[in-house]
């Protein structure tokens, strides 16, 4: 089988969606029955892409501008993915896929956040809202990461039920030696960890007042924020609202993958106060690394972590759980050694297989 991915997501710094392409890639490529993986990003720009190295995978480049073609896409549904690749089947990763003639398409939907809170989101996210349901009604198959987002799919769009899977993600290998990230000050200091991009959705709030509890609680703490901070987000405005400075709240924007590593691996816990998380990727990757999570038991995230974090029901209770825990080594070690088997649940093999049985239906 010659399997076809959309290859935009790994172009620059790669994030939640990047990764999943990424290491889909990699475990598809190592499949029984597939012969080829081409990664086709829809870029102008003859950008650097990540892509794994195999002698199964490689890049098919077509230089057309991203939103030119998007639009013909849309009104006029030309060109057909078939002029642009040779494939059998052509997974969409990011929501959206190309209009196909002859090529089989799947595609996958992470999350719903964006179409049920349009006031937290972007112009481009929200005409992404407004297309959405046509592109998944022309997909042969949609695949959602976890049962909450495909209840979430199906009760916004009912008649995609006979053609929605749900295929769980895995938490990324890290690969790199463990480092210290360059603009982290006192390396050797306790610290919070948040991991992943900050935006609305994200509750940044939360996680403050959660820190100001804990240093009441404790007598101290700090938090490390590791991934970009959304420009729409004030951060020193946050933290001059909550009395913190950034001595308190240190934001390390994007980190490479061996930074990482060392965050998960000397952080007293991880703390997630997302709103709503269609997976939950940065707590299977901390569970992954024996590390403790305290989160909002927002969206997926129940259904993922399971009985191996501290599960609250709001972000108001966050700082009290998260003291809790820091005070209690015993409880720190074995919520650690649940983590660390829960994670085991999940692996890129395990997701590999599934999609593929995916694509094996649309044959």
Known sequence: MRVGLDGTPLIGELTGIGWYTYWLAAALAKQPGVDQVRLLPFSWHAAAAAVPPSPRIGLVRRPLPARPLWWCWRHTGLPPLDALLRADVFHGTNFVAPPSWRVPVVV????????????????????????????????????????????????????????????????????????????????????????????????????LKALREVRRRTGSGRLVIAGHVDRTIDLDGRLRAHGLSSADVIGLGY??????????????????????????????????????????????????????????GSAAELGEAASRLLLDEEARAELARRGRIRARRFSWEATAAATLAVYATLG
Do not use: C, Y
Request: aromatic share 4%.
């Open 108 to 207: 996958t939907v992470h999350d719903l956040w964006f179409v049920r809170h349009p006031e937290d989101v972007s112009a481009a996210q929200r005409a992404l809202a407004q297309a959405l349901p046509s592109l998944l009604r022309r997909a042969g198959a949609v695949i959602t990461v976890s049962e909450h987002s495909r209840g979430e799919l199906l009760d916004w769009l009912p008649e995609l039920e006979g053609r929605t899977t749900t295929v769980a993600l895995a938490p990324r290998p890290r690969t790199a030696a463990a480092a210290v990230p360059a603009g982290l000050p006192d390396a050797g200091a306790p610290f919070l960890l948040m991991l992943g991009s900050v935006n609305a959705r994200k509750n940044l709030p939360g996680a």
């Open 255 to 312: 980190v490479r993958d061996g930074e990482a590593r060392w965050l998960l691996e000397n952080a007293r816990l991880l703390l997630s106060s997302s709103a709503h998380e269609g997976f939950g990727m940065p707590i299977v990757e901390a569970m992954a690394a024996g590390l403790p999570v305290v989160a909002v038991a927002g969206g997926a995230v129940p259904e993922v972590a399971g009985d191996a974090a501290v599960l609250v």
